[in-house]
């Protein structure tokens, strides 16, 4: 009896240690999520902390860049160029745990979608005579230039043979229908009839999706492959070599008549010089600011594209990538 009673109390015993042990074990796998959880969230918490302290840092040089804009409205508004303060790299500027620095880009040196259709929804015949020679010099059909007219004006009657309309996309699988609108991004041209498999890649950094359809292109800013596409006898080499003359010289052009008046753009003849002079300008006012903030050895870029107009700057579009 006395040994069968040792026996329950023995076994008891282990019962209860293997329990205490269990509980511990319980115990100590519940303390450790515990403390993964707060893990993860004190550097999610961290994490969510550095992304809005790099987006106030951005804006504070959105801010910065757009006064200098509105400085040079102000100071020198007749004629815009590289040489300006607003186009000089801002130098990093150290923040804790990290440093700001960006750049101005003018998008107003390169050739406007929403110029193809006027504010009356009329098609721009010198802006679609300028466009064509983009696409053919960079290898494209001119007939291109049809379907992107047809993206934005508000008919639904093709342009011409390559014009594509709501019933061309409705045929295609997962097809984006014509917005009838202003491009908002050049990237759009990737739905367009034409520009399947990345032919806009050719094209598109030439290309600005600027939200005045009035604006012009400055030729201080504009590319050798740009304004050499205004003819066909102009070289782009012997274009690139005279603007890289004139930026080492620090010279800009006062007025577009400055720009007929030298080679190679002199053999240009006087009625095409006609058709370009309404497309052409010395003035900038569609701007792109390119912001890097780098915090904890983590580079967030934000692009923001700024408007000037009547003195005054707003932001049309951000966009933010993290690295």
Sequence with gaps: MKMKKAI???????????????????????????????????????????QNQSLIY???????FSELLVDDAENAAE??????????????FPVEDGYVSGIIQDESGKFNLNSLVTAEGTVNENAKAWFELILKRAGLPAQLSEAVIDWQDENEIPSGSMGAESNYYQGLPNAALPPNAKFHSVEELKLIRGFEENKYKLIESYLSAAPMQDSTVNINTASAFLLASMDEKLDVSAV???????????????NVSELWALEPFAQVEAAKRNVFNSLLGVQSNYFKAQIEVVLSERKRQFSSELVRRDKQVYVAYRSMALF
């Design 240 to 254: 690139q070599q005279l603007l890289d003359q004139r930026q080492a010289n620090l010279e800009h052009f006062s």
């Design 58 to 64: 951005a804006k504070s040089a959105e801010a910065f």
């Design 79 to 92: 004629v815009d160029h590289l040489q300006e303060t607003w186009a000089q790299p801002m130098p990093a």
């Design 8 to 50: 329950m109390i023995k076994q008891q015993q282990g019962i209860a240690l293997i329990t205490i042990l269990v509980m511990v074990a319980l115990a100590t796998i519940l303390a450790a999520t515990i403390a993964k959880r707060q893990a993860a969230t004190a550097e999610s918490t961290a994490y969510l902390m550095r």
